[in-house]
């Protein structure tokens, strides 16, 4: 039997987390986010500060602790059977990933959303998912060369989710991976 791998990627506050976990949940999949497990290290509950402030500690721009984090997430996609999502999976998982799926949604809507999630007002939300978005960029630019962003190049579906619901951007990955059935994988152990 095949052992799917399915990453997705997108920018802050584009839904692709929650959408992720319900993708594996239909597909009755395992679920990793690098990202959750990246924001458990700073100890706050509201997810937008957490990932800002621990992206502006030393440990948390530490190139090593990311590449832990890379391997952790290639080391579960090689096991198969799993949902991951996270800022870098297209790329980590792009010769490993059978459906590599970009999110994203406008400003505003990534500012309503991550508002709503961390119960604040939405224009402090907007401020704080440009920064996480910038943050990001940078660092990631720094670690590893490259504008997160361009992973959008090397997707197979991409969806605009600004005016869909979690269910409706869920459907349409689901559609998408029947419609793009594979051939079952030979493993060298086989």
């Known amino acids: 039997m095949r052992k799917l791998v399915i990453a997705i990627s997108g920018p802050p506050g584009s ?7 319900f993708v594996a949940k239909k597909l009755k999949m395992k679920y990793f986010s690098p990202g959750k497990y990246f924001k458990k290290m700073s100890g706050k509950k509201n997810e937008t500060e ?4 621990f992206l502006k500690t030393k440990r948390g721009t530490s190139k090593s602790l990311h590449e832990r984090i890379d391997e952790l997430q290639i080391g579960k996609a090689r096991k198969g059977n799993i949902v991951l999502e996270g800022s870098l999976s297209i790329h980590f998982l792009k010769n490993i990933a059978d459906h590599k799926i970009w999110v994203y949604a406008s400003k505003r809507k990534r500012a309503e959303r991550t508002s709503k999630r961390d119960n604040v007002p939405v224009t402090k939300a907007l401020k704080k998912v440009l920064e ?8 990631f630019k720094n670690i590893y060369g490259f504008d997160y962003m361009s992973q959008k190049k090397i997707a197979d579906l991409i969806i605009d989710s600004s005016n869909l619901t979690i269910n409706q951007t869920v459907e349409k990955i689901l559609k998408f991976i029947k419609s793009n059935k594979l051939k079952p994988r030979v493993s060298k152990s086989d």
């Open 50 to 53: 957490a990932a800002i402030s």
């Open 15 to 21: 839904g692709a987390s929650t959408v992720g976990g």
């Open 132 to 139: 996480r978005e910038a943050t990001e960029i940078k660092l």
